[in-house]
C-alpha cells in the first residue's frame, strides 16, 4: 500500500503535465482494479495446474521482477526536460519547512479529512457490492454463483472502463460537484435496487455494469480534487492518510453487511451499500467548497 498510493501519486502528481495529470491519474487506478480482476483468475489457475504454493511462489517473484523493473528504470522519473510549474512563495515555504506536527495538523483539515471519508464510504459501498453480491442474490432471488460472477464481472469491468473515461472528463472540467452528483447518485440508487427487483441474467449485467461504469468515472476527479487541497511537496504523506481509508472501509463492510444479513435479511445490503455511495457525494461537495 505504502509504494502503491502514496509513492505513485507523489511521482505522477510532479512528474506528469497539469494538461494530462487528470488521464495519469486515470490509467494507474485502472491497472490497480485490472490487477484484482486478473490475480484470483491468475492464482486459481497455477493452484490447479500445480500446487497453491506455487501460485503464491510465482505471485512473489512477480513482485521481486517489478522491483528490479523500478530499479533499473527509475531515471525516467527524473524530470529534467523542463521546469517545474512556479509555486507562490509563501506556499514553497510552508512545503519546505513543514515537520512532523505542522504534517499531522495538514492531515487533520476539514478538505483533507473529507477526502479520507470519501476512501472510506467508497469503499464500504462499492467493496460490500464485490463482497457480498453473489451471497445476497442468491438468499434473496436465488441466483445461481456462476450468473452472480457474471455480474460481478460487469461491475468491475464497468469501473474499469468508468476509470479511464473519467480521466478525461476530470482533464476538461476538473472535480466538479456536478460530476460527482451525476455519477454517485445514479450509482447509489442502481446498486440500492438490486435487492428489491429481480433482474434477468442480462439485466444484472447491464445495472452492474452501469453502475460500475458511473462509481469509475469519478476516482479520477475525486483524486484531482485532493491535489487540490494539498500543498506542494505533501501529496505522498496526504495520499497516504487518504487512501488509507479505502484499507478502514474494506475493514469495516464485511462485519456491518454480516450483520445485517444475519439480523436484518439480505435486501439490505444492497440499500446499505447504494446509502454509502450516496454519503460519499456530500464528503465530497464538503471538500470541493472548503478546499480555498
Known sequence: ??????????????????????????????????????????????????HWRAAFILIGLLGLLVALLVLTQSAILKDNSRSPAPVPVERQSESQNMGTGQGLKLLMTLPILMC??????????????????????????????????????????????????????ADRFGPRIATACLTLVPSAILIAALG?????????????????????????????????????GSMGKVMG????????????????????????GAHWVFAICGFFIAAAFITFVTARTKFR
Open 1 to 50: 500500500h505504502t509504494v502503491y498510493h502514496p509513492s505513485d501519486y507523489s511521482i505522477l502528481s510532479t512528474r506528469v503535465s497539469e494538461q494530462r495529470v487528470g488521464r495519469a491519474f486515470s490509467i494507474h487506478s485502472a491497472t490497480g482494479y485490472l490487477g484484482f480482476v486478473i490475480a484470483p483468475i491468475f492464482m486459481t489457475e497455477v493452484a490447479a495446474l500445480w
Open 116 to 169: 479520507f471519508l470519501y476512501f472510506v464510504l467508497h469503499q464500504m459501498g462499492g467493496g460490500g457490492v464485490r463482497g457480498f453480491l453473489a451471497i445476497a442474490l442468491n438468499d434473496i432471488f436465488g441466483t445461481s454463483i456462476v450468473d452472480a460472477g457474471r455480474g460481478l464481472a460487469a461491475f468491475t469491468m464497468g469501473s474499469v472502463l468508468g476509470i479511464l473515461s473519467g480521466g478525461w472528463v
Open 196 to 232: 428489491w427487483v429481480e433482474l434477468s441474467l442480462a439485466g444484472l449485467v447491464i445495472i452492474l455494469a452501469v453502475a460500475g461504469f458511473l462509481m469509475g468515472l469519478l476516482v479520477p476527479s475525486r483524486d484531482l480534487l485532493l491535489r487540490s487541497v494539498t500543498p506542494p
Open 241 to 264: 492518510f487518504a487512501s488509507t481509508g479505502s484499507n478502514l472501509g474494506g475493514f469495516i463492510i464485511p462485519i456491518v453487511l454480516g450483520l445485517v444479513m444475519d439480523k436484518v
